[in-house]
């Protein structure tokens, strides 16, 4: 069974760091492609930023709000995709689901979120 | 970035009826869409993929239709478990966008 748990969630004050993990199973995890989505209450789902497989080349995306702030890394061998998340704004407020992509934007399994709150 | 205008916000209906939602893209997006459920404190699902393909295991009262600019998703007769807010997706280009959700309430 496919599996996807999310971790490392909490509250931080505005300009600190955090960073999330998700542990994959039940898949070939290497040859997936992952991407983070978030909701923040009360609003829709927001994709945050993607990494392809190895194979694929491993390269990042990001969307513009996230850029610059956010990096998302894999380590194939612990089965395991990170979001590290700097120079945190309130505005960051969400859940953040991490999720396998059936094709190349089609998110097919999703985690159950972790809550990351930004307040002083 | 490619804007997705999704109706209604909300939608109350009973059981046995037929719901639809609509999606429109702001610029074309050939087949390049999708749609989530979404209940509290679960993880998302996906329901349809590349506007009308239902996803292994999921009820054949769901469907999806549509192509180009303009989407629909269907549950052809409503039953109790499918409350739940139902979101499309577009992946035509980046960044990836989400409709801003449809709440399906039972009335």
């Known amino acids: 069974e496919v599996q996807l748990v999310e971790s490392g969630g909490g509250l931080v004050k505005p300009g600190g760091s955090l960073r999330l993990s998700c542990a994959a199973s039940g898949f070939t995890f290497t040859n997936v492609w992952m991407s983070w989505v978030r909701q923040a209450p009360g609003k829709g789902l927001e994709w945050v930023g993607r990494i392809i497989s190895k194979a694929g080349g491993g390269t990042t995306d990001y969307a513009a709000p996230v850029k610059g702030r956010f990096t998302i890394s894999r380590d194939d061998s612990k089965t395991t995709l990170y979001l590290q998340m700097n120079s945190l704004e309130t505005e960051d407020t969400a859940v953040y689901y991490c999720a396998t992509h059936r094709s190349e934007g089609t998110f097919d399994t999703w985690g159950q979120g972790t809550l990351v709150t930004v307040s002083s | 970035d490619i804007q997705m205008t999704q109706s209604p916000s909300s939608l109350s209906a009973s059981v046995g009826d037929r719901v639809t939602i609509t999606c429109q893209a702001s610029?074309?997006?050939?087949?390049?869409l999708n749609w989530y459920q979404e209940k509290p404190g679960k993880a998302p699902k996906l329901l349809i993929y590349d506007a009308s393909n239902l996803k292994t295991g999921v009820p054949s009262r769901f469907s999806g239709s549509g192509s180009g600019t303009d989407f629909s998703f269907t549950i052809s007769s409503l039953q109790p478990e499918d409350i739940a807010t139902y979101s499309c997706q577009q992946y035509g280009n980046l960044p990836y966008t989400f409709g801003r959700g449809t709440k399906l309430e039972i009335k």
């Open positions: 610029q074309d997006i050939n087949n390049y």
